[in-house]
C-alpha cells in the first residue's frame, strides 16, 4: 500500500478486515493473486472492482 494509506492509520491488518467485510456483504471474494493497490485507492475504484467481481 502507498505512504498516504499509512497516514490515514489504514495499516495492513486493517485493510484485511475491511476486505472480509466487503466479502460478506457483497457475496464476492477477493483473489489476493488479482489484488492489486490501483483497487484500493479510493471508493471509486474499490466499488468498481467489486462490480466487476459480482460480473464474474
Do not use: A, Q
Not at 489504514?10 to 456483504?25: A, G, K, M, P, R
Not at 457475496?27 to 459480482?54: A, C, H, M, R
Request: charged share 35%.
Amino acid at each position: 500500500m502507498t505512504g498516504e494509506k499509512n497516514d490515514l492509520g489504514v495499516d495492513s491488518t486493517t485493510i484485511i478486515e475491511i476486505l472480509l467485510e466487503l466479502e460478506e456483504t457483497f457475496d464476492v471474494e477477493f483473489d489476493v493473486e488479482d489484488l492489486e493497490p490501483g483497487n484500493l485507492e479510493n471508493v471509486t475504484s474499490l466499488s468498481d472492482y467489486i462490480f466487476e467481481l459480482k460480473k464474474m
